[in-house]
């Protein structure tokens, strides 16, 4: 049986679902000076603009807790930027056939 709990979530929750594992991973690996770019922009433009602020006005709700776990992860030592989604074509493509393959999620950092 397969189930899938990622339709439970909007697009904006799943990118910074993913978003929090990455920093996750990258803070486990210690790795340092990241920056991560995304096209989600209510997303991404908040977290531009929090970074650049002492104390970041709200998020958008349905993913406050996400932000304040990101923010609180980054912690000065990840970046974050918004593009495009045309300027990441790679990544969008493969968001894509992640969406519609019926598969686990499977992390690999080689």
Sequence with gaps: ?????????????????????????MRRLSYRQITFCGDSSALYKYLVQAAQQSHPRLGPLDIQSYLEDILGLANGSYHFKFIRRNANVIADDLAKKARINISPAIVSWI
């Excluded at 709990?5 to 993913?18: L, R």
């Design 1 to 25: 049986m397969s189930v899938s709990w990622w339709n439970s979530y909007t697009p904006v929750e799943v990118e910074a679902i993913a978003l929090r594992e990455a920093l996750l991973q």
